[in-house]
């Protein structure tokens, strides 16, 4: 099963990245994305939120199930074992970290879910990889520039990335273009205002946009 996983993320190449949206509004908000051509999608754990174990769990499960064959649905800002746990009882198929935490990598492998640390130096990516994770995302990526993740990439080239923070629908092909496997998209893709106020077609046409652009460049 893990190895279907990173396959189909390498083949998809995006993940939305979900955060802030309720019960109401997650399968919506799943739909547009699916309509959209994009079939992969991160629920990410809000670690100031007291009830985060228990909300965020709830909408992975809710989505696992009611979007089963359509969406393969991860968790995102998995910090710790309890977030793994939790995550994995509600059938996500990938952790998601901002950060390298050989804890939560042991426990996916543990688990077979597909780790994804986050990093940020040519140090840290190496490392997390030898500790065994399947994808290196490296993040911010906007910050950190193309320039510098394909400096990155070149002698790293035998490690899977993924650049999340500061993808849009008009730089991802950029992006594509310098060495990654893939990206993650939060804000620019999966836009609460819009979701909040019904407008789910917004959702859907920039999900196509970004997988045209995507296609553009690995077709």
């Known amino acids: 099963m893990k190895q279907k996983i990173i396959e189909l993320i390498k083949k998809e190449k995006i993940i939305a990245i979900v955060r802030g949206v309720d019960e109401e509004h997650i399968i919506p ?17 809000d670690q100031s939120n007291p009830n985060h174990l228990v909300e965020t769990s709830k909408l992975i499960k809710v989505v696992s199930e009611q979007m089963q064959g359509k969406i393969c649905v991860g968790a995102g800002t998995v910090m710790n074992i309890a977030q793994c746990d939790a995550a994995f009882q509600a059938g996500a198929k990938y952790f998601i970290t901002p950060n390298v935490n050989v804890d939560v990598i042991r426990k996916a492998n543990e ?27 490296l993040f911010p990526a906007g910050d ?3 320039n510098y993740i394909k400096s990155l990439c070149a ?65």
């Open 29 to 45: 908000t799943a739909q547009a994305l699916y309509e959209g051509g994009i079939h992969m999608m991160e629920i990410t754990f």
């Open 144 to 146: 950190l520039g193309s």
């Open 111 to 137: 688990l077979e879910v597909v780790s994804i640390p986050g990093a940020l130096s040519p140090t840290e990516a190496p490392y997390a990889y030898e500790e065994g994770a399947d994808f290196v995302k």
């Open 155 to 219: 002698p790293l080239n035998h490690i899977p990335f993924l650049a999340v923070g500061g993808v849009s629908a008009s730089n991802v092909g950029d992006f594509m273009k310098i060495g990654v496997c893939g990206v993650g998209v939060g804000g620019s893709l999966v836009d609460r205002k819009a979701i909040y106020s019904g407008d789910y077609d917004i959702i859907t046409k920039t999900a196509k946009e970004f997988v045209k652009n995507i296609q553009k460049v690995t077709i």
